[in-house]
Structures are given as C-alpha cells and as structure tokens.
C-alpha cells in the first residue's frame, strides 16, 4: 500500500508496507456491451487486511516454553520468526518468564518482551519488527496554525448529543444527610443561548 503526499508542486510517495489479503467480503462487477458481447467495465473489491503479525498470531507454541536467551531483543526475533530493529536498549529477560501454549500464545509472548523492552510492538513499512517506545522523545517541530503556520486548516468534527448545561446532582453526607445541587451554565452555552439540557449526577 502506498500513500501518495502532493501539494501544489510537491509529490511524494510513501511506503505503508506490505499486507496479505485476509478476507474479501464482498466483490462486484460492472459491465458494458463492447461488440456483440459484454465485458467487464469495472470491479469493486472489499479487502480485510492482514498486519505482518497476524501470521505470528496464528504461530502457537506446542507446550510451554522458556525463552532461550536473555536478551529481549534476541527473542523478539526467534519468537516471531521476523527481522528486527532495534529501536530501544535491550534488557535482560527475568527468570521466571514462560511462553504459553494457547491461542495467540505466540503474538502475546511478542507483546510481553516489546513491555520488557518499554514500548509497543509494530511493523515496519519493510515488513520488519520493531518496537515503539512508551516514553515520548523530544519534539523534532513544530506545526502551527494559522497564516503563519504550516496547517492552513483542519477537518475537525463536533458533537453536541452530550453536552449538557444544567446539571442536577443528588449526594449525600458520611452521615447520609441529603445533598441536592444543580449548577447551570453561562455564556454561549447557556440553556437561556442553546436551549436546556440537563443531566443528573448521582
């Protein structure tokens, strides 16, 4: 799958990686009269993609099994069979760590030793293992909005089925006397600007 980046001048395309076909649920065919027959025209195919670690997924371990090395990194790669990249220090595996034999046993002991290393399991565009870590870097930029800024716009969405502007809450004390409190918005969403909706709060 590639992404194609273009604005204005510029165009770019990126790699999203490799993915097996899991499912087709549903095709479709059009067709035209071409001559005396018909043909094809067009062809609509739904696709359910397959991340490189479903085949992991689907790698059980026949009996329980202890790792067969320290290193966290050296079992990411025996485990799941795939090419590794380092992006993270290695660690050392404690003693008492087991694969299990059951469903998904295999993509489960991938996503134990990506938690020892610090981070999440994922694929590369290349199709290799790696693992992403839980600890956010340093920020490498910055974007801003606005003229000047690098984000002329954005398609944000809103809901407003939730929003609530008078709340009636109904408590009580450790000493079980009764609390009733109902607090009401001001300004633009104010029940006297959008109407009254209210919400109750035990």
């Keep these: 799958i590639l992404m194609e980046v273009s604005a204005e001048s510029f165009s770019e395309t990126v790699q999203l990686g490799h993915y097996r076909i899991g499912e ?12 005396d027959r018909q043909i094809v025209a067009a062809s609509m195919v739904v696709t359910e993609l397959d991340d490189r670690l479903a085949a992991v997924e689907k790698r059980g371990f026949a009996a329980e099994e202890n790792p067969a090395s320290t290193s966290a990194w050296a079992e990411l790669a025996r485990v799941s069979g795939m090419q590794v990249i380092r992006s993270l220090p290695d660690v050392t595996i404690p003693s008492d760590f087991v694969y299990q034999a059951v469903q998904g046993g295999r993509l489960k002991g991938v996503r134990a030793l990506a938690a020892l290393l610090g981070g999440v399991e994922y694929t590369t565009p290349d199709g290799a293992l790696s693992v992403l870590s839980l600890t956010p870097g340093a920020p490498v930029g910055t974007l801003r909005l606005g003229e000047d800024g ?21 408590f009580e004390t450790d000493e079980r006397l009764p609390i009733h409190v109902t607090a009401r918005a001001v300004g ?8 009254e909706r209210t919400k109750y709060v035990t």
């Excluded at 479709?28 to 001559?35: I, K, N, P, S, V």
């Excluded at 716009?153 to 089925?161: A, E, L, N, P, V």
């Design 24 to 35: 087709v649920p549903e095709t479709e065919d059009a067709y035209a009269d071409f001559g």
């Design 150 to 170: 690098v984000i002329l716009g954005d398609t944000g969405g809103m809901k407003s089925r939730d929003v609530a502007n008078v709340i009636i809450g109904d």
């Design 188 to 195: 633009a969403y104010s029940p006297e600007a959008i109407g």
